[in-house]
Each structure stands twice: as structure tokens, then as C-alpha cells.
């Protein structure tokens, strides 16, 4: 009796076993197969497309090229420029983990603006930064853009370098000389003319001579507003002025302090007739030569140094006006009579040169447009 109750308890024991592993069973094969159940676990754990993973992390700069540049310019070793130069080159080395060093020259130490352009060019110098200007020393119709009183005011000049004529004027220069614009955003204060008299009529013009840059609708406009010219470098027109070689120059606000214009002319007609920006130009072999990464770091330095020498210039204007009033400095605000003349004087030369072909036909009025 005793055996076959303990036979009953085994049989009952061994019943529930098999129960539970039947359930256990059935609960894996509700997912799949235990292979499928593991790499649904998997499925679940693994980061979604375009995640960040443990092994995700930013550009390891390391396995790229060091480049060592030289970034040439003409202005004053203290003006804006030079300073939003060495601003560019420590964002650079900074963010490239130091695979990209630039050496900053001011003052014409690399030789003229002209010669530095050539030398990008020729792939002799790594950087030019200056005027936008001197992206007219190549490209014809960018010419157009250095005749006076061709843009109205700064939003009519932001619009214009965002527009596709200037995106045309920088592609021309990359195809024909091989020269990059990686930064046109240095706004500069506008252009004035400094003198050393009041200007009321155009006959005030009359007699006097203009330091102006070797760019030829530079000279045609000087010379449309009846003013003589003279070819002079830029590091050397404070002495040209102080002797007598010109009687004038035209600069923006900044440069007139910086470069010390008006101690020797103590005039600054507030004529505003031209506005540019200062352009990062580059070799652009030189740029295609570097990693991806690289060329994307440059071009972020160049263009966040533009944005802080735009802010720096403007809160710097008045300070400097100021400085210079209280050294005797006189600005004189034209009339709009004045201004009007000089502008009808420009347009009926711009409108010679175009139909001479200087730049191709009807670009002065497309540019005047912009924005209307």
C-alpha cells in the first residue's frame, strides 16, 4: 500500500514537471524560435539609423596632412583686418586639432595687393585677404563693381553678394585663375573721401588729385567726377599725401584712422560712394588638397572672423570719428545736391565703359536692381 502511494506522488510530481516545461515551451514559441527571440533582444538594444553609438565621436583630424600658410594682407599690423586675420587662424588651428597653421602678414609685407593676388594665383602665397575689389584685378565684369555710387546702401550690398552675379564674378576667378573666395562676409565701412578741403559743388573736384588703386573703373570714376589720379600703394599713400604727390584718397571709415589719413588732410567727406567687403582668397589647389574636414573648417574660420570683423568695425566707427574730431579732424556731410551730381556723373561713364565692353552689356543696371 505504502509503494503504491508513493508511486502515485512520483507520477503526480513528474505530471506537473512536464506541465510547466509544456507552458515555459509555449511562452518562447509565442516570439519565435529562442534564435529569433535572441535577435529580437539584439534588434531592440541596437541604436536607431543615424545615432550615436560608443564608437560615433567628431573628425579625428590626426590622420590628415599638417598645412602651414601664409595669409598676406595690405592693411596696418592694428587694423581690423590684420586682427580678424589672426582671429581666422586660431579658429582654424583650433578646430582642425592644429593640421591647419596660418601665419598672418599685414602691412605689405608680401608686396602690393596686385602682386599678392598674382601670387595665390600662381600658387606662391597661400592667402590673400583684402578688398572685393581686387577680385576685379582678373574677372572683367567684376569690374563694374568699383564704379562709385553703384550700390545704395548695406542691404542692397548684402543682397548683392548673396546674389548669383557675385556667385558668377567668385566661379570665374576659381576657373580662370585658380583662386578661391572661401569668405566675402568682412563688411567694411562704407568708402569717403579724404581731403584737405570742403567739397559743396563738383567744380570743389576740379584741380584735385585722388590716390586710387591700379583698377581701371576706379580711375574712370575719379576721373568721371573730374578728378585727377595717381597709382599709388596703399601702405604708401599717407607720405604721398604728406608730400604733395595727391591731394586726397578715398577709404573706409576705419582704415582713414588706422592708417592715419587724416592727420595730413584733417577733411573727410562723408560721400559713402562705394561699399565692399574685405574677401578671404585662397589657392584653390591648395584648398582641394586638403580633407574634406579641413576645407570645411577653413571656410568656417574665415567666415565666423568675417562676422566679428563686421561687428567690430561698426562699434569701432564712432569711437574712431570721435578720436579724430578731437585731433581736429572735420567730416563734412554732403549735400544731396552733391551727391546727386557725382551719381549722374558715374552712371553716364558706367554707361561708356558698358557699351565699350569693359563688363557685359546691361550689368550696371542688373546690380542697381537688385533688391527694388
Not at 7 to 24: D, F, N, P, R, T
Not at 172 to 183: E, F, N, S, T
Not at 353 to 366: D, I, N, Q, V
Request: overall charge negative.
Amino acid at each position: 500500500m505504502r509503494k503504491r502511494l508513493w508511486s502515485m506522488v512520483l507520477c503526480l510530481a513528474l505530471s506537473v514537471s512536464l506541465l510547466s516545461g509544456c507552458g515555459k515551451k509555449a511562452e518562447t514559441g509565442s516570439g519565435g524560435s529562442p534564435a529569433d527571440t535572441e535577435e529580437a533582444s539584439e534588434a531592440q538594444d541596437a541604436p536607431e539609423e543615424g545615432a550615436a553609438t560608443e564608437n560615433d565621436g567628431e573628425y579625428d583630424f590626426s590622420q590628415d596632412k599638417t598645412f602651414n600658410m601664409t595669409a598676406g594682407g595690405i592693411q596696418s599690423a592694428e587694423d581690423t583686418v590684420t586682427l580678424a586675420m589672426q582671429k581666422m587662424a586660431e579658429i582654424a588651428e583650433e578646430k582642425s586639432g592644429g593640421t591647419i597653421k596660418i601665419t598672418v602678414s599685414p602691412a605689405g609685407q608680401l608686396g602690393d595687393a596686385t602682386s599678392q593676388m598674382e601670387a595665390v594665383s600662381l600658387g606662391t602665397q597661400e592667402i590673400f585677404v583684402d578688398a572685393s575689389s581686387w577680385l576685379s584685378t582678373f574677372v572683367d565684369d567684376a569690374l563694374v563693381t568699383s564704379m562709385f555710387f553703384l550700390i545704395r546702401d548695406e542691404e542692397h550690398f548684402r543682397q548683392f553678394l548673396e546674389s548669383g552675379i557675385e556667385a558668377d564674378f567668385e566661379q570665374q576667378l576659381a576657373d580662370q585663375q585658380g583662386v578661391r573666395v572661401i569668405a566675402n562676409n568682412w563688411l567694411r565701412t562704407p568708402r569717403s573721401i579724404v581731403c584737405k578741403k570742403e567739397l559743396n559743388t563738383l567744380e570743389d573736384l576740379k584741380g584735385m588729385k585722388m590716390r586710387v588703386p591700379d583698377i581701371k573703373s576706379y580711375m574712370e570714376s575719379a576721373t568721371a567726377l573730374g578728378l585727377g589720379t595717381a597709382q599709388v600703394a596703399w601702405g604708401e599713400t599717407y607720405l604721398a599725401i604728406q608730400q604733395g604727390v595727391v591731394d586726397s584718397c578715398e577709404s573706409p571709415l576705419d582704415s582713414i584712422y588706422t592708417m592715419k589719413f587724416y592727420e595730413t588732410t584733417k577733411h573727410v567727406v562723408l560721400t559713402e560712394h562705394i561699399r565692399d567687403s574685405v574677401m578671404v582668397y585662397m589657392n584653390e589647389d591648395l584648398l582641394e588638397g586638403m580633407s574634406e574636414a579641413q576645407q570645411a573648417v577653413l571656410k568656417e574660420a574665415a567666415k565666423e572672423a568675417g562676422e566679428w570683423y563686421t561687428e567690430q568695425v561698426k562699434s569701432a566707427a564712432a569711437e574712431y570719428k570721435q578720436t579724430m574730431e578731437d585731433e581736429g579732424t572735420v567730416f563734412d556731410q554732403p549735400s544731396q545736391e552733391l551727391i546727386d551730381g557725382m551719381t549722374k556723373a558715374i552712371a553716364a561713364r558706367a554707361e561708356e565703359l558698358e557699351a565699350e565692353g569693359l563688363w557685359r552689356a546691361g550689368l550696371f543696371k542688373e546690380i542697381q536692381e537688385i533688391g527694388k
